[in-house]
């Protein structure tokens, strides 16, 4: 990310965006955007804490199984997003701890069992606080990518 | 959770995760077929996105609660496993800290029932103790009309109890029964401010002192002892010929008033000072024997209760200067012991404890030397869980979960083996030399303090223990493990195992000298000249105030005494006197105004004193320097004469021969005339400086208490039945058996001879215990070295040499940990001298064999350890990987 290695030279920004911008630490969960055809280009790694953002947005319009989760995220970010399905699980069950959403077994689409994500009240209170967080940092890197 | 059902549930949550997961691949391939893919292809797809299996499980196991205790348990099983594999190693350990452990129980329970336990009692938290301080600051008892004031005018108490911080032997009879017990007196509210309740029939209540009738409360041993008759209460027994009802039975935990020893019979003071025909004790309020515990009322705070006490005793001084001027009650905690015994107290088991977790970290030094050498074992093990992606906190995790399960289980060790000896001591009759048969109830508690005392050890000694070798093992050295590098001389890794040796050595060496002093002292409280010759000297003792005489019946009996005696065949010579020397009873004190002072208007001064007849000193052997002794032209009707000592005389007479000097006594009314001046001795210990004493003459201050010493012709204990008999046939019952003379001077030394047996004790361990680690980490730092052995021998070194080499490793290693002992040594020598005889602070009697020891032990020690590598075949040596 070319915003980790800039902000520090702006102290203003520092104080008011207080999130670690870079985030090449810990990239646990990562996604994998394609970019163009290029199917396997190196995944891009957002920031730390998006993905359960998204999963959290994803759920809050209906209960969804794992596989559903993945793919609806892929839909709607028109294929740019795709999910590395195998840090997709250990999120879920990282959300379910703090009891943000809740599972449940119940029937798929296509009629077999599936554990079924539903978002909680205090996932619904989260998924407000991220997005307000969210919104402050894009606004904050797209003031700094315009000056520059 | 119960541990079953954690362990159903996460076999449920494995399975379900598999669910979901085989839901996730299939709905995949379903996706990927549509997609256009053939069956197999697309399910080979849907696998290869979900990415490697076992490895998102892991992923997502790590999530789920109780994911920690999980690993605790894997680490804990896996310990288990290691320790169990080597359990030689495991078994010698958990024992020396099991022991250790169980030594620092014992200690703590000590500490902690003499410290901090308050006696038996409902509600112990308002509980307070009462004493008085006299003009000087000094500790007093409370007399009985002082008592009574304070019981009856106070606010802040909802009652004050008293009772005199004594027990007494004597002669008790209950049916055919017919022995001497003890009795144990007490006022008659004290059950009630105590809050205990009768096991049986009642216990006394307020006004029971004034009853016509005498009663007696039995304890529960002694009822147990004498049948457990349910029906006991309205019989009687007889204590010295007064007849007493039964009223009821104590509870089990409520031994008596005086801490560590069992009761017999419970009684009021007045019927004590009935028994005791003193009845000036209920009455004088000079005579001051009781020791007060109140209860502050509900809302009453001790501060109140404080200034209370001192507006009384304020308003008690203005009535009776004479008794009670400038002395004020103060109020202290309650506890086991007395107010006056509680420094003492504090200072003996701080000691003691001291010792104990000394021990204790020596045993904790030497399991941590026996883990660093199990690690030494168990490098690749860490290499290949270091290669396999381990991090260094959770291998140092595990490795502490090793030692934490090794501690826990000295642990408990340690504190069920100190439950034994702490029981024992609960309830235990033993014979003391010269007094007799007593029964002993310490009732040292492991309680819920000890219980949180001794966890806290475990946690203590269980990063003691665990945290170094874990720390350097875990250190992970890839490269030069994996060569299989050959250990040469010092290299660097033994260091910590040798500063764990250096300070086992220097403790060992601190409890061996604690050892030393206490011997040394011991021996010099032998050598102490007493003043007198206690060899062939026997005696009886008899309380004629127990059998009833008169003061003319008692004088006849002195004559009839002495006339039995005079029969007695190989009695060289006898005297009478009110006690023997030495001892607690063996002196009075008085107050003396001395004559032919220039200064007239003089303070009296307070001279200890005894009484004894002509005899006593040519029997005993006291010298005498000047002037005569007492003889038969001394009598009740001459004027009144007194044997000095010589310290006296060079006190007060300073260059002046104190014979025909005059003083005056009981309130400068009697004058006595100095007739002669013996030499000095030791009047009540054998470590009190030189003081002034002096004798008065028996024949003018009659004695109840009476002993009768003889000197013999060869040992004395061939005389000791005669001189039982004696008594006996004069009808006068001893509540005390006859002594041989060196027999009392033993039991005088009492205190200090058990407090070197328990110090010895110790010390025996704590040298065990470095003895073991020493063998330890001498054997594994040779063991590791066994490789260069082969090559020194094959390049033809001698085993003599091989032996120096290890030997001069292990004489630094002693040396320095002796030096450090010693110099501690010599601080604590400096802090403790008071409690020694005859110690000076560098004392090389004690250092100089002290150090040989050790550094010799060590030497023999390392050589034992040393010996079976270094006698290896030099190919063996080699190969041996």
């Known amino acids: 990310m070319k915003a980790g290695t800039q902000t520090p030279q702006d102290p203003n920004q520092t104080a008011a965006c207080s999130f670690p911008v870079d985030n090449l630490q810990e990239g646990r969960h990562t996604l994998a955007v394609r970019l163009g055809e290029e199917r396997m280009s190196a995944p891009a790694e957002i920031l730390q804490g998006t993905l359960d953002l998204l999963i959290l947005k994803t759920l809050a319009l209906e209960p969804m199984h794992g596989w559903g989760i993945a793919q609806r995220i892929q839909q709607v970010s028109r294929d740019i997003l795709q999910i590395q399905q195998g840090s997709l699980y250990p999120a879920l069950y990282r959300l379910e701890r703090k009891k943000w959403i809740r599972a449940e077994w119940g029937a798929s689409e296509n009629n077999r069992r599936a554990r079924f994500y539903t978002l909680t009240k205090a996932g619904r209170q989260q998924l407000e606080k991220e997005l307000a967080d969210w919104e402050r940092m894009s606004t904050a890197v797209a003031l700094i990518l315009q000056r520059t | 959770m119960k541990s079953w059902r954690l362990w159903f549930s996460r076999k449920k949550w494995e399975q ?116 008085t301080r006299s003009p000087t600051g000094a500790f007093e008892d409370v007399s009985y009309p002082d008592y009574q004031y304070y019981r009856d005018n106070n606010q802040v108490f909802s009652g004050i109890a008293a009772f005199p911080n004594s027990i007494s032997k004597l002669n008790m009879s209950f049916g055919k029964r017919n022995e001497v017990g003890t009795m144990n007196t007490l006022s008659d509210n004290y059950f009630t401010v105590m809050g205990i309740r009768p096991m049986l029939g009642r216990l006394f209540v307020r006004g029971d002192d004034d009853k016509k009738s005498p009663s007696a409360v039995l304890s529960y041993s002694c009822w147990k002892r004498w049948g457990a008759d349910p029906e006991i209460t309205g019989k009687t027994l007889t204590l010295r010929r007064h007849t007493l009802t039964i009223i009821g039975v104590a509870p089990k935990s409520f031994s008596g008033t005086v801490f560590g020893f069992g009761t017999d019979v419970f009684v009021t003071l007045a019927t004590a000072a009935d028994i005791f025909q003193d009845p000036g004790s209920l009455t004088d309020r000079r005579a ?87 690690a030494a074992g168990r490098k690749q093990e860490v290499l290949i869980r270091v290669a396999l992606g381990a991090t260094r906190g959770r291998l140092v995790r595990q490795l ?38 007593f029964t002993f109830a310490a009732n040292f508690r492991a309680d819920g303090t000890v219980l949180a005392m001794t966890f806290g050890l475990i946690v ?33 890794k033994g260091v910590l195992r040798n500063v764990l040796l250096v300070i086992q050595v220097a403790v060992c ?135 000095v000592n010589h310290k006296l005389a060079e006190t007060y007479w300073p260059g002046e021969s104190p014979v025909g000097k005059r003083m005056r006594i009981k309130n400068g009314d009697r004058v006595v005339t100095v007739a002669g001046m013996v030499g000095d001795g030791k009047y009540s210990d054998l470590d009190e400086p030189t003081r002034p004493y002096m004798y008065y003459n028996l024949a003018q201050h009659y004695q109840t208490g009476i002993a009768l010493i003889v000197r013999t012709k060869s040992d004395a204990h061939q005389w000791l039945e005669p001189l039982a008999q004696i008594v006996r046939k004069l009808g006068t019952p001893s509540d005390m058996p006859a002594v041989t003379l060196d027999e009392w001077m033993r039991f005088t030394l009492f205190v200090h001879i058990l407090t070197m047996q328990v110090v010895s004790g110790l ?50 290693i002693a040396g320095f940990g002796v030096l450090i002992g010693l110099l501690l040594g010599i601080a604590a020598t400096i802090i403790f001298n008071s409690q020694f005889y005859g110690i000076r602070p560098v004392e090389l009697q004690v250092l100089i064999p002290v150090a040989l020891l050790i550094v010799l032990v060590s030497m023999a020690i390392a050589y034992a350890a040393a010996w079976p590598w270094i006698n290896a075949s030099p190919m063996d040596a080699v190969r041996h990987i």
Not at chain 2, 564 to 578: D, K, R, T, Y
């Open chain 2, 509 to 643: 060496t601190l409890v061996m000298v604690g050892v030393g002093l206490c011997l040394r002292s011991l021996h010099n409280l032998r050598e102490v000249n007493p003043g007198f010759s206690a060899r062939n000297l026997a005696a009886v003792m008899v309380d004629l105030q127990e059998s009833g005489y008169s003061e003319a019946q008692g004088r006849k009996f002195y004559d009839d005494l002495r006339h039995a005696a005079s029969q007695l065949h190989g009695v060289e010579s006898f005297c009478l006197a009110p006690a023997l020397p030495l001892g607690e009873n063996a002196w009075d004190e008085g107050e003396v105004h001395f004559e032919d002072k220039a200064d007239n208007n003089q303070q009296p001064v307070k001279i200890s004193y005894t009484a004894v007849d002509g005899n006593y000193f040519a029997t005993l052997g006291i010298p005498l320097l000047a002037g005569r002794t007492f003889d038969s032209s001394d009598t009740e009707k001459s004027s009144e004469v007194v044997v």
């Open chain 2, 400 to 437: 502490l979960t090793e030692s934490a399960i090794l501690c826990a289980a000295s642990g408990i060790v340690g504190f069920l083996t100190a439950l034994v000896p702490l029981r024992k001591l609960s309830d235990f009759n033993a014979s003391l030399p010269v007094l007799g048969a």
């Open chain 2, 16 to 131: 379900q995760l598999d669910e979901e997961l085989r839901f996730h691949v299939e709905r995949q391939t379903t996706e990927n077929i549509a997609a256009g893919f053939a069956p197999d292809e697309a399910r080979r797809q849907a696998v290869l996105q979900l990415g490697a299996a076992e490895g998102v499980k892991e992923d997502c196991r790590e999530q789920r609660r109780g994911f920690w205790m999980e690993t605790l348990c894997a680490d804990g099983r896996y310990g288990v496993r290691m320790l169990s594999k080597n359990w030689r190693l495991t078994s010698l350990a958990v024992c020396s800290l099991g022991v250790a452990m169980a030594v620092s129980v014992i200690g703590l329970s000590v500490w902690n029932t003499v410290l901090l336990r308050p006696p038996t009692a409902a509600d112990p938290g308002r509980l307070v103790t009462i004493y």
């Open chain 2, 460 to 492: 203590i000694a269980g990063l003691a223990v665990g945290l170094a070798p874990a720390l350097q093992s875990s250190k992970p050295n890839l490269a030069g493990a994996m060569s299989g590098e050959i250990a040469v001389g010092g290299t660097g």
């Open chain 2, 763 to 812: 010390g025996a361990l704590a040298l065990l215990l470095a003895a073991m680690g020493l063998y330890g980490t001498v054997f594994h730092s040779v063991s590791e070295r066994k490789k260069e052995i082969g090559i020194r021998m094959a390049l033809g070194a001698l085993r003599s040499h091989l032996v120096t080499l290890f030997l001069r490793q292990t004489a630094i």
């Open chain 2, 288 to 374: 001051r024997g009781l020791l007060l515990v109140a209860r502050l009322k509900a809302n009453a705070m001790q501060q109140e209760a404080r200034a209370e006490l001192q507006a009384l005793s304020a308003q008690l001084a203005a009535a009776f200067p004479e008794a009670d001027k400038d002395r004020t009650a103060v109020l202290t905690n309650i506890s086991v012991l007395p107010p006056d015994s509680q420094s003492t107290a504090e200072l003996i088991s701080g000691v003691l404890v001291t010792i104990v977790l000394l021990v204790l970290l020596i045993a904790c030094a030497n399991v941590a030397n026996l883990l660093l050498g199990l």
